[in-house]
C-alpha cells in the first residue's frame, strides 16, 4: 500500500529536519515489517516568512520520498492539510494528516495502518489527555470542545487534525466544495467505518505554538458557522420568549390602567415597546432560518456518498 503524510507546516524551521529524520526512520521501519509498500512524507509550506520552504528543498534532495508544496501566502492549517490532501488524492491509498512538530505520537501510524487494513476508512487520532499543554492550551482547548458542542457542532472531543483517510474516504471529502474548511466537523459527515486510536500528546519539540489565541477563535468561529444553524435558532427562541413576556408585560400594564394608576401616555408606550420589540427579534429568527437554508444549499455538500455498489 501507498502511503502518504500530509504535514502542513507555518514557520516551522526549527523541527523539520528533526521531523524528517525521526519520519524517516519510523516509516523505514514499517516498510520492513511490510505493512506498506511506499511511503512519502508531502510538507505544505503554509506561506511561512522563515527558510521553512529552503529547508524543504533540501530535504527533498537528500531524501527521496520527502515532497513539498507552497503555497503563496498563510492560509491557516486547516486549508494547508486540504491543499496536501487534494495534491496526493490519485496518488495514496491512504493518507495521515499529522503536525510537523510531531505532538501527535507517530509511533500510533502503524495501529492507525493496522485499522485501515481491518477496513476503516477514518481513523481518528485522540489525545488522551493534556499534560504537556501549558494551562491556558488545556482550558481553552476544553472551552472549545463544549462550546461546539452546546451551539450544535458535531465534534469528537480530543481529536485534532491526526487522522488517516483511505482514498475513498478522502475521495469523499473532496466532493464538498465548501470554502470554508472545518475538517473535524467535515469527516464526520461522509460516514464509511471508523475507528479511534489514542495517544500521549508530547512537548512541542522546538518553537512556539502557531495556533494563536484568534486562529483558535477563527477555527470556533469557522466550525459553529459551517455546522450549525443552532444560533440562528437561538434568535428565534429569544424571540418567543420576549413575546411571552410582552403578553405578561402588556396584561400588567393594562391593569394598571383600568385601576387608574398610570401617567397619560405610559400604557401605550410599554405596549408598543414590548409588541414591537418581541416581534422584531422573531421576525429576525424566522428571516435567519431561511438564511440557514440559503446557506446550506449555496455548500452545495453532497446528498450521499456511496460506500459500495454491487
Ligand atoms: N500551521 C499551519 N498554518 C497556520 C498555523 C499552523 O500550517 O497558520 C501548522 C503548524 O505548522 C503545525 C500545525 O499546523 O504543523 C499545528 O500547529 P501548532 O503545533 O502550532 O498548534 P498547536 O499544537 O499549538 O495547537
Ligand atoms: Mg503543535
Known amino acids: 500500500m501507498n502511503l502518504y503524510l500530509v504535514v502542513p507546516c507555518y514557520n ?64 491557516g492549517h486547516q486549508h494547508a492539510v486540504w491543499a496536501g490532501m487534494e495534491y496526493c488524492v490519485d496518488k495514496c491509498d491512504a493518507v495521515i494528516s499529522i503536525d510537523a512538530d510531531l505532538q501527535h505520537d507517530i509511533t500510533k501510524i502503524e495501529e492507525m495502518l493496522e485499522k485501515y487494513s481491518e477496513g476503516c476508512e477514518v481513523v481518528y487520532g485522540i489525545r488522551n489527555d493534556r499534560a504537556t499543554d501549558s494551562a491556558f492550551k488545556k482550558n481553552t482547548a476544553l472551552m472549545f470542545y463544549k462550546f461546539m458542542s452546546a451551539m450544535g457542532v458535531d465534534i469528537i472531543p480530543n481529536h485534532a487534525d491526526f487522522r488517516l483517510l483511505g482514498s475513498k474516504a478522502l475521495k469523499a471529502l473532496m466532493a464538498y466544495p465548501e470554502r470554508n474548511l472545518f475538517l473535524r466537523g467535515m469527516v464526520r459527515l461522509i460516514g464509511f467505518k471508523t475507528a479511534n486510536v489514542y495517544f500521549d500528546v508530547k512537548e512541542r519539540m522546538a518553537g512556539n505554538s502557531k495556533y494563536t489565541l484568534s486562529k483558535m477563535l477563527n477555527l470556533a468561529l469557522d466550525g459553529i458557522t459551517s455546522f450549525s ?35 397619560a401616555g405610559w400604557t401605550s408606550l410599554l405596549i408598543s415597546v414590548w409588541l414591537i420589540g418581541s416581534v422584531l427579534i422573531l421576525s429576525l429568527g424566522v428571516i435567519g432560518e431561511y438564511i440557514g437554508k440559503i ?12 460506500e459500495k455498489q454491487i
Open 12 to 75: 516551522e524551521e526549527l523541527v523539520l529536519a528533526d521531523t524528517t529524520k525521526q519520519l524517516d526512520a519510523y516509516l523505514g521501519g514499517l516498510k520492513e515489517k511490510g505493512i506498506i509498500d511506499n511511503a512519502q512524507i508531502l510538507y505544505v509550506d503554509d506561506g511561512s516568512k522563515d527558510t521553512t520552504w529552503v529547508l524543504i528543498e533540501q530535504l527533498h534532495e537528500r531524501y527521496d520520498h520527502v515532497s513539498g508544496l507552497k503555497l503563496a501566502h498563510n492560509v
Open 229 to 263: 444553524v443552532k444560533p440562528l435558532r437561538i434568535i428565534t427562541m429569544i424571540g418567543l420568549i420576549s413575546l411571552l413576556l410582552a403578553m405578561g408585560e402588556i396584561i400588567y400594564v393594562l391593569y394598571a390602567y383600568l385601576t387608574g394608576e398610570t401617567v
Open 295 to 306: 446557506y446550506s444549499e449555496v455548500k452545495r455538500r453532497p446528498r450521499y456518498i456511496i
